[in-house]
């Protein structure tokens, strides 16, 4: 789950405990004044990962046993939602200034850029 205070919580279904805290956005502290806007786990099951996104525009994948960063990508304004293709190689992130980045999530790099959204 995503907080104001710029931390993920990773928690355990069963147990209902916080099994780990993650410390997101640029500054990657606790209490920082990003808040983490969205969370996601893969589809697939066996993957050992899951991707935050935060509002001041920082897109993370994390390696969810070590609950490390495996890549950080500032992406634009501020992440509104995030999404991990089915094929689990590829991450969305829709951003507040109308457009959605595709980024590999091997590498981190961006793959392409969708815009054209707009408040109107």
């Known amino acids: 789950s995503g907080s104001m205070d710029g931390t993920a919580k990773l928690w355990n279904s069963t147990s209902g405990k916080v099994v780990g805290t993650l410390l ?13 806007e969205c969370a996601i786990f893969p589809r697939d099951k066996s993957t050992t990962y ?7 525009g920082i897109v993370t994948v994390w390696d969810t046993p070590t609950q490390i960063s495996r890549h950080a990508c500032k992406v634009g ?4 939602k995030v999404d991990v293709h ?5 991450v969305f992130a829709s951003t507040l200034d109308g457009a959605v980045k595709c980024l590999d999530l091997r590498t981190g790099n961006a ?8 408040a109107t």
Do not use: F, I, P, Q
């Not at 997101?24 to 983490?36: I, L, W």
């Not at 899951?50 to 001041?56: P, R």
């Not at 304004?77 to 509104?80: A, C, E, I, L």
């Open 24 to 36: 997101c956005g640029a500054r990657e502290e606790e209490n920082s004044s990003s808040s983490v």
């Open 50 to 56: 899951c991707v935050t996104g935060t509002l001041d």
């Open 77 to 80: 304004d501020g992440v509104s």
């Open 86 to 90: 089915k094929d689990g190689n590829l």
């Open 111 to 118: 793959v392409m850029e969708l815009s054209g959204h707009s």
